[in-house]
């Protein structure tokens, strides 16, 4: 009787969780499928007071899925190991509504934290937007580009060091005559609230001149300085006690075969295991690419980074190919090679793939 009773709770359980799960997969779709038809109704003729602008410009929806596979040659944990993934999962609520006025909400449900973007802004026009709640600041050049349109599975080891990914606050950003501005004032916590009543400024300045003779070329300034007690620098570097002041330059030239895409990037920090002292911590990457179809890119990268007062610097090179499959989805392959200043080297292969709508 008690075998009997305890199958039978296992399969009430099992059908309330699948229950549970159903009804998340058939909200995401119904909302999906909402948008589509909304905008299919409006889209296919204009009623009087032309709605299809205030549902297609209002309510966008997008979606990023993203899978793949780790595998460490040596059987060690580099890189994650030997491991499958699915690093994202975002959807995005998007739209321009009346006067300027626009806003986004985006939500990743593969990891934590779940929200991701957040904002309302205002657009006076080109030259001037403002923005309000929880974004990703436009720092580093390593870190502006969409996850899909970046160049490798990895973002490099000094952006994860120093930089932060999102943070909550106040911006404002224009493009004057080729020239991209960026500045902004964070809680300097990532996604939580201010810990000490200081805030932590953030500014980027690029100029791109599109009829360069070798393609497209962007080149950028950028810097931000704050107090930050009890945050983690970047996403894995040490734990700040203090201030820290981060600044940098990058360039990116793009043509219809080549890429070369270089950054430096260095901070003066306030850290936890140095009482007494600054760290400074500071690398660079160089990336090359060469399309050798209209679809498919080889690349290679070579970056740098290091400690001064823990006195290492380590390297790491990158082979990878890119490959766009149709309009929405890609495949990225990557071979990593850690050098590392003391103990031996390590090896790794990366594969994701990507849709994205």
Known sequence: MNQAMKNNN???????????????????????????????????????????????????????????????????????????????????????????????????????PNLLDAYVGYSQSDAFRIKAGAMKPQQTQDFIRYPIERDFVDVTRITGQLVQSWEIGVSAEGDIDGFYYFGGIFNGTRLSDNNNNSFYGIARLQYTIDDFSYGNLKVALQGSHGDSPGVRSGRDGPMLRGT????????????????????????????????????????????????????????????????????????????????DLTKLSSLQFNFDTYLPDENDSRFGLSFIFQFMF
Request: include cysteine; proline fraction near 2%; glycine fraction near 10%.
């Open 10 to 112: 296992r399969t009430n359980k099992m059908i309330r969780e699948l229950s549970v799960f159903c009804k998340k997969v058939l909200l995401i779709f119904t909302a999906l499928s909402l948008s589509a038809t909304i905008c299919n109704a409006y889209g296919s003729e204009e009623p009087e007071g032309n709605p299809s602008e205030i549902f297609t410009d209002a309510f966008k929806v997008n979606v990023l899925l993203q899978s793949g596979l780790r595998y460490s040659l040596n059987d060690d944990d580099f890189q994650g190991g030997r491991t499958f993934q699915v690093p994202n999962a975002r959807i995005a609520l998007s739209g321009m509504v009346d006067n300027g006025f626009f806003y986004r909400v985006m939500v990743n449900v593969a990891s934590e």
């Open 244 to 323: 820290r002041t981060i600044y940098g330059g990058d360039l990116r030239l793009e043509g219809d075969q080549y890429l070369f895409a270089a950054e430096y990037l260095a901070g003066d920090l306030e850290i936890v295991a140095l009482p007494g002292e600054k760290e400074k911590i500071s690398g660079y990457y160089l990336t090359g690419g060469y399309s050798l179809t209209e679809s498919t890119m080889l690349l290679g990268r070579w970056q740098s980074w290091g400690y001064r007062e823990a006195d290492f610097r380590d390297n790491q090179v990158t082979f990878g190919v890119n490959t």
